[in-house]
Structures are given as structure tokens and as C-alpha cells.
């Protein structure tokens, strides 16, 4: 029986003309000590893909999802500006992505007033449609259905499940990291494949330069892709998107020996304070103060989560066939970004990605 790959994103904005409860928070579900002994790095949830980041990092495109929503309902169609500079929402609105980037069956959303029949709506809604329950509901604060100060809603939960058409082996316990760069671990849990398993198959080179710079690609049946980084270049998951697929040009034909990814697992919960209590203020005028914006990311990828299409293989390289293929090992054993791609018709840009450093912050003990 396969097991799939877990990639849960829900995510709330409550934009209101009074304040509301603040939202209490939980801690990252991460490994409290690296397995080497030493200090684990925090992970770090970033609200929108123009966001700086470094170390360890998780964007997911559910946040920003909402913040349209916010734009399209009170802004009529505009973006909301802020009353006093705000760097995070100057990042919100200047973001290129959208729904539109996913096809339906990855999303429930809500844009309406902060009520019990909403909060009952919604609870039904993710049900219906994902089979799951929300951690966040009952974090924010609900008015009667009457109740003139009843703030406005948006709500999104993403929620995506896959397994690859041939699962990976769990490989033996490896190092990641190097001790020049400060993120040397021991003992951290791979899957991969080598030169003979039917895995490797699925796995492509979306460009090689050295042993410290490549990317692989892996497509799914059912239009998700995998996208992953060695040492990505960029100070935003945008920047390092783009920057991985300007490299990808002709190379000499590329022969992949091995593949190794590290298993990742990360629960985490974000309140978003830059935007807590700033006023926004919409095309015609009026003004929205925000009183919650939160956001959480369960995610989860091993040797079982993944799908590659047998048209994966075309992603690479032209044919040279004058040239003897350079054999390549795909090993994601130090620093790395992950994307997760819907390549539906039309479509192809992330909609979540996990920059990881330190292992140990993704991995139990």
C-alpha cells in the first residue's frame, strides 16, 4: 500500500472595522535538538513569495490567496494599501500569484462575514471536500449572525495528497551539510533511487553546472510537480524559482546514477504581527483595520509521496548524440529548495516552497 505524500496548507486574514480576540499560537511541531546534538534551527513560515528568507523557510500560496480575496471584496478588485508603510503588505500585494495558479479541487475559500453560520459553513465545506478539520477556528473570534460588528472573513484551506507511481527506497542514515557552512547534521533519513531501480526513472535533471549546483524535476499523473534546488540562488522563493529555470538550457545528454532526497516533516503555525493592527485602506476610501492573520503548513514527503509522468523524461536537455552522457548523482545532501508545481492547463508556478538548511528543523529525532 502506498502513502502518500501530505501537503496541508489552511490559512486565515480577518480584516474588521472593530479589533478581535488575538489568536493564540502553538509552536513548530520540529525536532527540539539537532541529531548531531547541537542547536536545531527554527522554521520560518513567510506569508508571500516576495518575502526574504533564508536558513530554514516554508511558503505556501494559501495566505496569499486570501489576501486577493480581501483586495477583490472590500477593495473592489484593487489592491489595499496600507495607512503607514508596511514592508510585508507592500510583498502581499506585489505578488504574482493567484487562485488561477491552481486548479479547484485544491482549494475552499471564504470571503464573508466573521459569523457562527460562517465558521459552521466552513467547517462543513472543508469536510465535504477534504475530509479534514480545521486547527484555526476556534482561534478567532465569531459574532452572531446580526451582530453589526461582525468583521470580514477570508479563509482558505489548500489541501493536496499524492503518491509516487514507484515508490523510492529508504536509503541508510547520511550526513547533510557541510561544517563550512555551519549546517553539519548526522543520521538524517533519506529516500532515493540508484543506476537500475525503476524509481530513478522518474526523476530528471532540470540542469547540472556542478555537484553543487543542479536541479531535478518530477512529474506526477496527477499534474503536480516537484521541483528541487541545490543551492538556490535568490533572496525570495520567487527569485529562487526563476533563477533555477533560466539555467535550464541544452547541456550534454545527463545520465542520472543516483537520486537522494531527504524525508521532510514539519507542522507549523504562523501569526503574521507586521500585519496585526495596521489599517488598510480600499480604492473607495474606507478603512480596514486588520485584527487576525494566520497562518498554518502540515507537510510531509517520503520514499511513498510523489507521482512522475512518463513525459517527465522531456523536461531536460536536448539530445547530443555526438557527446558521451555525463553521469550524474542527484544527492540533495545540503542545501536545497523544494516546490510544489499545479501544471495544469495554463498553469505552471509553485504554490508552496520549503527552503531547508538545517534537516533537523524538518525531521523527528
Known amino acids: 500500500m502506498k502513502h502518500p505524500l501530505h501537503i496541508f496548507s489552511l490559512s486565515c486574514l480577518v480584516l474588521a472595522l472593530t479589533s478581535c480576540t488575538p489568536a493564540t499560537s502553538r509552536k513548530p511541531a520540529s525536532n527540539p535538538m539537532r541529531m548531531d546534538g547541537g542547536e536545531t534551527q527554527a522554521v520560518g513560515l513567510v506569508a508571500s513569495d516576495r518575502s526574504p528568507v533564508s536558513d530554514n523557510a516554508v511558503w505556501c500560496g494559501s495566505f496569499q490567496i486570501c489576501w486577493n480575496m480581501a483586495g477583490e471584496t472590500i ?16 510583498e502581499l500585494n506585489s505578488s504574482g500569484f493567484s487562485a488561477e495558479s491552481l486548479g479547484d479541487e485544491y482549494c475552499y475559500v471564504y470571503a464573508g462575514p466573521a459569523t457562527q453560520s460562517a465558521r459552521l459553513r466552513i ?27 461582525a468583521g470580514m472573513l477570508f479563509y482558505t484551506m489548500l489541501y493536496r495528497e499524492f503518491s509516487y507511481e514507484e515508490p523510492f527506497e529508504y ?3 547520511a550526513d547533510f551539510g557541510s561544517t563550512a557552512n555551519g549546517n553539519r547534521s548526522s543520521g538524517v533519513l533519506y529516500f532515493g533511487a540508484k543506476a537500475g531501480d525503476t524509481a530513478l526513472g522518474q526523476v530528471s535533471p532540470l540542469y547540472y553546472e556542478d555537484e553543487d549546483h543542479f536541479a531535478a524535476i518530477i512529474y506526477t499523473p496527477g499534474g503536480d510537480v516537484l521541483v528541487l534546488v541545490r543551492s538556490p540562488e535568490g533572496t525570495t522563493f520567487q527569485e529562487m524559482w526563476e533563477n533555477a529555470f ?11 546514477d543516483s537520486f537522494a532526497c531527504p524525508c521532510l516533516d514539519l507542522d507549523i503555525v504562523q501569526e503574521f504581527e507586521q500585519l496585526k493592527g495596521i489599517v488598510l485602506v480600499a480604492e473607495d476610501g474606507s478603512v480596514w ?10 507537510l510531509s514527503l517520503d520514499a511513498h509521496g510523489g507521482v512522475v509522468e512518463s513525459e517527465a523524461a522531456h523536461a531536460n536537455t536536448a539530445e547530443r548524440p555526438d557527446e558521451d552522457p555525463l553521469h550524474i548523482d542527484l ?3 545540503d542545501s536545497f529548495a523544494l516546490f510544489l508545481v499545479d501544471s495544469g492547463p495554463g498553469r505552471f508556478e509553485p504554490y508552496l516552497g520549503v527552503l531547508v538548511d538545517d534537516v533537523t528543523a524538518y525531521q523527528a529525532r
Not at 483595520?289 to 502540515?298: E, K, N, S
Open 171 to 173: 536509503l541508510e542514515p
Open 123 to 149: 467547517a462543513q465545506g472543508i469536510e465535504q471536500r477534504f475530509h479534514q478539520e480545521s486547527d484555526i477556528l476556534d482561534k478567532l473570534t465569531w459574532y452572531e449572525d446580526a451582530d453589526p460588528d
Open 246 to 256: 533560466v539555467r535550464e538550457r541544452a547541456y550534454r545528454p545527463l545520465e542520472v
Open 331 to 333: 544527492v540533495f545532501d
Open 75 to 90: 477593495g473592489a478588485g484593487s489592491q489595499l494599501t496600507p495607512l503607514e508603510p508596511n514592508a510585508l503588505a507592500d
Open 289 to 298: 483595520p486588520v485584527a487576525d492573520a494566520i497562518q498554518t503548513v502540515r
